[in-house]
């Protein structure tokens, strides 16, 4: 049965493949082939999205089905900048043992129906519409090693991502030309409170008694009575907001803030929360190499 859904869809695929058939051995362009498409499932899966299909060297890819997150078009734009990643570390071996290096592209868009296509001797749950030829266009748009957007993903995805507008594009077999933005990095925000932040935040309402305690436990420690402040409670009630309520309230005296935090992205990174406050902290820009890093630290 067929399922109305939001989805986010990504299409990826490799560049030049055609003069890299003619260059490889059918075997050995095969391997390559499969190294490909192993790294690019790897940082699939890593955030959660599903392979629909994979179009010989392309790959179709949805984000909110069969399983829904509130954040898929982030999911989508941040497996899409993984990817490209990926593909360079790929590159490193492919160099040395065969001379190659791959480059992709990524088109990234988002309303579709899944549902079941095909006969009784095969079926699969694919997505209806125009967003998958939508993803597939946008790719070609993008040069290589980059990931394109449509407007709806920019929309979505606003605030956590610094993209560069390419302007208006007419689409192959798309009825009204679209804007089209390239991704060029995460910005610095890690959370809706962070985004809403730039905008400016609407009054915080009921939580004087938990914001005098802050303030009082913030007025100790400047006394030199050190505290460890354990906020808990269900999401969605407010625990962020009352610390961005502590970091107004002390952004006018010296302090120095250090803020770690967890993601379902990179639950099997080790150290990811740490690693990524050191990054902060040393200014690190995703574009700069390993041994600039190392020679911050």
């Known amino acids: 049965m067929a399922e109305r859904r939001q989805l986010t869809v990504l ?38 999205g599903h392979i629909a299909q994979y179009l010989g060297d392309g790959l179709l890819v ?8 509130e954040d898929d078009a982030q999911r989508a734009v941040q497996t899409g900048l993984g990817i490209v990643e990926a593909i360079g570390t790929l590159n490193m071996s492919l160099e040395q043992a065969q ?15 899944v549902g079941e296509i095909g006969g009784a001797g095969r079926q699969e749950q694919l997505a209806l519409g125009e967003t998958p030829n939508i993803a597939a266009r946008l790719q070609g748009l993008a040069p290589p ?13 606003e605030g956590y991502f610094i993209c560069q507008s390419l302007g208006t594009q007419d689409l192959k077999g798309v009825a009204q030309p679209l804007q089209v933005y390239r991704v060029l990095h995460a910005s610095v925000a890690q959370t809706r409170l ?29 006394d030199g009575m050190g505290h460890v402040i354990v906020l808990s409670g269900e999401a969605g009630i407010g625990k962020s907001r009352l610390v961005q309520v502590l970091k107004e309230h002390v952004a006018g005296e010296a ?15 080790a150290l990811y929360s740490f690693i990524d406050l050191l ?8 574009e700069e190499l390993i041994e600039e890093k190392l020679a911050k630290l």
């Not at 449509?150 to 995805?157: E, G, I």
């Not at 302090?255 to 990174?269: F, K, L, N």
């Not at 990054?279 to 995703?286: K, M, N, V």
Request: include cysteine; charge should be positive.
């Open 194 to 222: 962070d985004v809403a932040a730039t905008r400016g935040l609407t009054p915080l309402v009921g939580r004087t008694a938990e914001v005098a305690l802050l303030q009082e436990r913030w007025a100790q420690v400047k």
């Open 99 to 113: 001379g190659l290096r791959l480059a992709v592209r990524v088109g990234i868009t988002g309303l579709v129906v």
């Open 62 to 69: 949805y984000f909110g089905y069969p399983q829904a997150h």
């Open 255 to 269: 302090h120095t803030r250090w803020e770690c935090r967890c993601s379902p992205y990179y639950q099997h990174t």
């Open 279 to 286: 990054q902060r902290a040393l200014r690190c820009q995703p």
């Open 145 to 157: 090693d980059t990931v394109v957007i449509s407007n709806q993903t920019a929309r979505l995805v």
């Open 11 to 48: 299409f990826c695929d490799l560049v030049d493949s055609t003069a890299l058939a003619g260059r490889l051995d059918p075997e050995d362009l095969r391997d390559v082939v499969r190294a490909y498409q192993q790294t690019c499932a790897t940082v699939i899966q890593r955030f959660e």
